[in-house]
């Protein structure tokens, strides 16, 4: 499976941005997906994340009610919509896909800059 994240920008504070990955392979209705982010000097962090089916996706509770999650198994795409955004969202969004929900990443996208200015 690869992974292709694009979407990221600079944005305003309290502005929108989507965010999507593109998956290859046969396999990605069967993978959990999610994305990661990580800004500057800080540790890799989980956003959200969802099941093949869709129907009962995560949150980070700082990100909880702001973003929204979602997959398009037929695209082979994952979303992830932001909204009300903050300027500590900055950072380097990654999408992940693998048993996500036994804390398991097998794939990694490149990632993709995203930049909230106050």
């Known amino acids: 499976v690869q992974l292709v994240e694009s979407g990221g920008g600079l944005v305003q504070a309290g502005g929108s941005l989507r965010l999507s990955c593109a998956a290859s392979g046969r396999a990605f209705s069967t993978y959990a997906m999610g994305w990661f982010r990580q800004a500057a000097g800080k540790e890799r962090e989980f956003v959200a994340d969802v099941g093949w089916s869709d129907n009962n996706p995560n949150y980070a509770a700082s990100v909880k009610g702001r973003f929204t999650i979602s997959r398009d198994n037929a695209k082979k795409t994952v979303y992830l919509q932001m909204n009300s955004l903050k300027s500590e969202d900055t950072a380097v969004y990654y999408c992940?896909?693998?048993?996500?929900?036994?804390?398991?990443?097998?794939?990694w996208g490149q990632g993709t800059q995203v930049t909230v200015s106050s």
């Open positions: 992940a896909a693998g048993p996500l929900r036994i804390g398991q990443v097998d794939y």
